[in-house]
């Protein structure tokens, strides 16, 4: 039995290496599936699947990139936000977000972007991981900026280890076994699609999604919030982050904590789809949704 290969969103900061004083650090924001075949269209230039604005500039380095998106549309609006923060409603009310401060460099000025898109509202409440892919641009965040406590800061490689053909047995045993919500006592009638587990592998905990999202926002402030940050796991009674659950169940990135970056990062058995719209920043897809 095949499962679906994970869904990977990530929007990603490319830095130019080019000896030309004009180009040298400049920054290019973008959106990718597949961050390692991404980085080489952009240095082979636009012929080869590259954005028109780094043809011929590189060449460019992908520092970081910003993963865990529930889905494209939240990665492509992050994407344009940071692209154009002074045009973007949720980040236009902040003083000086939209050109950079003297003497501040361009890739400063984009870190200082991101941290403020990372505590607004709704960016502030995806489970999000913050990826750092260079050494030499690694950057602590400002104090008074620091990244939501769910959001995990990490270095190194990305690298997703489920294959196209790799069975999970835990879901698909539960195919041919009646399962029960720990929480709604009912009946799981699609294992596949609704049920989700505990990230702690001694937990035996089996819900619907639902059950354990409303689970997890009940006593939240914020009415409005649809999507838990994070709960109290009914079972182990542990904390947890609704991110994890969602990456174990959709197949989790292992996350190679190594700031010695000299190995490409990989992107393994994700989608072949092309990363459609992610060329040129100059579209306007997204114009009206900030």
Request: glycine residues 6%; hydrophobic residues 35%.
């Amino acid at each position: 039995m095949s499962l679906e290969k994970e869904d990977f969103f990530g929007v990603y900061c490319l830095v130019s290496k080019n000896e030309n004083p004009k180009l040298k650090n400049r920054c290019y924001i973008g959106f990718t599936v597949n961050p390692n075949r991404r980085e080489t269209q952009h240095n082979r230039g636009k012929d080869f699947g590259g954005a028109k604005k780094t043809s011929n500039r590189g060449p460019w380095v992908m520092v970081m990139i910003i993963h865990g998106f529930p889905n494209k549309i939240a990665a492509l609006r992050f994407e344009w936000a940071w692209q154009k923060p002074g045009q973007s409603r949720i980040l236009r009310h902040i003083p000086g977000i939209e050109k950079r401060r003297p003497r501040e460099s361009h890739f400063t000025y984009h870190l200082r972007i991101l941290s403020e898109m990372l505590r607004v509202v709704p960016f502030c409440r995806l489970p999000l991981s913050i990826q750092w892919l260079s050494d030499d641009h690694f950057t602590d965040f400002p104090v008074e900026r620091i990244p939501p406590m769910h959001m995990a800061i990490r270095c190194g490689r990305i690298t997703c280890k489920r294959k196209t053909n790799e069975i999970d047995t835990e879901i698909v045993s539960s195919q041919n076994v009646v399962q029960f919500c720990d929480i709604c006592d009912n009946i799981i009638e699609n294992p596949l699609n609704e049920m989700i587990t505990c990230v702690n592998v001694s937990c035996k905990l089996v819900s619907h999604i639902v059950c354990l999202a409303e689970q997890f926002l009940k006593g939240n402030e914020d009415k409005g919030q649809v999507i838990p940050v994070q709960g109290k796991c009914p079972n182990c009674l542990k904390e947890l982050l609704w991110g994890d659950l969602i990456r174990k169940k959709k197949g989790c990135c292992d996350i190679e904590p190594d700031l010695n970056n000299t190995d490409a990062f990989e992107i393994k058995d994700l989608s072949e789809d092309e990363d459609n719209n992610e060329e040129d920043d100059e579209t306007e897809l997204f114009t009206e949704i900030n």
